[in-house]
């Protein structure tokens, strides 16, 4: 028997031998495989994670992954009816369905087809129905702080790991919207749409984070991983 032979038995009998070093990610650009490694010594230890713009609990998501290994966390979303989903498949979690901002105000909220298109920055929203993204509809939302959730939310002195940003385009209003002497994630991931390295180190949210005392530590396409300073 031929060793090709030999293999597509052992697949047809227990499945394919190198499976078992195949490792799984959740994210959209893996970004939970760049976190396993950062949290190399903590990941069965259990640790604490903020997910604004969650989305689903198990597609695109930074946070699934640490979730099935014990953690837990705060999962946050504007979109209506978006928690139902994270309540029934993340149950350990503080799943909230909130619009935030950098203030109280009244927002218009496109919501697509694509769930993960739903914006409120108004310019990118009519981007994408002339683009021919199926819109479902247009909704007016009351925000919150990010600062206003987290005191309600958090218990003290419990050590945020890190905190995943994704809020098609608002995301600088997002982390403006948080008390930094208060809440002070270890890394925080965040979009950055820039065509280069020193376009991203100007953007707004770097320029930003590195005020509040961050750091660039790394990035992907599109999402930075910024750390915290040591004092």
Known sequence: ??????VKNRIDRVGAPWNRFRMSSYSQEGEDRLLWRLFEGKRQNGGFYIDVGAYHPFQFS???LFYKMGWRGINIDAT???MKPFRECRPRDINIEAAVSNQNEKLRYFVFRDGALNTFDSELGEERKKNGWPLVQEVSLETVTLKSILE???PKETEIDF???DAEAFDLKVIQSNDWSKFRPK?????IFSENLEEGFK??????LMAQGYQVHSKLLYTWFFERKSF
């Open 1 to 6: 028997m031929t060793l090709v032979e030999k």
């Open 187 to 191: 890394y925080i991931l965040i979009e």
């Open 152 to 154: 309600a939310q958090i």
């Open 163 to 165: 905190m995943s940003v």
């Open 80 to 82: 209506p009816g978006s």
């Open 203 to 208: 953007s707004p949210e770097a320029q930003y």
């Open 62 to 64: 930074n946070t699934f």
